[in-house]
């Protein structure tokens, strides 16, 4: 089973969950990007659970997200500030219970930074624009990159769009 995020113990995150992409990130997104607010500006604008995600680097439980499955054509855009980031076409299935993306939509929009917090090395991946925390990125997905973006819901916002369509 699975604990929630607030369940989980700080000095041993592996405990609750095994996962790579379950782990917080601890990579620096201070002062990143043009879109620049405040704390209280941040929390007046987000959900709880995306300010924890976006702002505090937190993580999502797997398979309880809100687009993990989702299989919607449009474009998966910042929940902190609108910057478009990845689209339906790019999103597979991983098995990991994150939504998952092969590219983002321009590579420019979304930034990363090694993160070597819990004696792992990740590279965090970040909304370029705002400096949230998205999630992080792995040499494991599918052609024609090999890489996989594991990304929370929480940090995405969705619009539907029929001329980027998903995998059938």
């Known amino acids: 089973m699975t604990a929630q995020p607030d369940d989980q113990d700080p000095a041993d995150p592996q405990a609750n969950n095994p996962s790579a992409c379950g782990l917080p990130s601890n990579a620096n997104i201070d002062a990143r990007g043009p879109v620049q607010k405040s704390d209280e500006e941040w929390k007046a604008q987000l959900t709880p659970n995306q300010y924890r995600v976006l702002r505090d680097q937190g993580t999502e439980p797997p398979f309880s997200n809100e687009y993990w499955n989702h299989k919607a054509d449009g474009t998966y855009a910042c929940a902190g500030c609108g910057t478009p980031l990845f689209l339906s076409d790019t999103k597979f299935d ?3 219970g994150w939504p998952s ?6 590579p420019e929009q979304v930034g990363e930074t090694v993160d070597t917090s819990y004696g792992v090395s990740r590279t965090e991946v970040h909304c370029n624009a705002c400096g949230g925390h998205l999630g992080h990125l792995f040499p494991d997905g599918p052609k024609p990159t090999g890489q996989r973006y594991c990304i929370n819901s929480a940090s995405l916002a969705f619009s539907e769009d029929s001329s980027h369509p998903t995998e059938p």
């Open 94 to 96: 991983s098995g990991t």
């Open 101 to 106: 993306f092969f590219a983002p939509h321009e």
